[in-house]
């Protein structure tokens, strides 16, 4: 088992100010404070629920939105910017 650390952040920094699509399930996202990360999401939609597991099709998730700074699609499914944040601190490849 690994243990991953990460710099705290406040809620506030976390807050997503814009979000492009870049390809079949993969974003870049700038975050308020300027950090900036791009996220592979290729197997997120293969576990979850069925509003999550729906986001396996890459039309869908190619209509990502910003709600309020949060990462959102049109089958109400979203994010939130603080799990954002953790997973590009980690890395985060699908």
């Known amino acids: 088992m690994s ?3 990460t710099t705290p952040v406040s809620l ?10 870049t390809g079949p399930h993969r974003v ?25 597991r729906a986001l396996s099709d890459p039309g869908l998730f190619a209509e990502a939105y910003l709600a309020y700074g949060i990462v959102s ?10 799990t954002l944040r953790r997973y590009a601190q980690q890395g985060f490849i699908g």
């Open 12 to 21: 506030e920094a976390c807050e997503v100010s814009s979000l492009r699509v």
């Open 28 to 52: 870049s996202l700038h975050f308020r404070d300027g950090y900036v990360s791009d996220l592979d999401f290729a197997d997120y939609g293969n576990e979850g629920g069925p509003l999550r």
């Open 3 to 5: 243990i991953i650390t």
């Open 73 to 82: 699609w049109p089958n109400g499914y979203d994010i939130a910017p603080e």
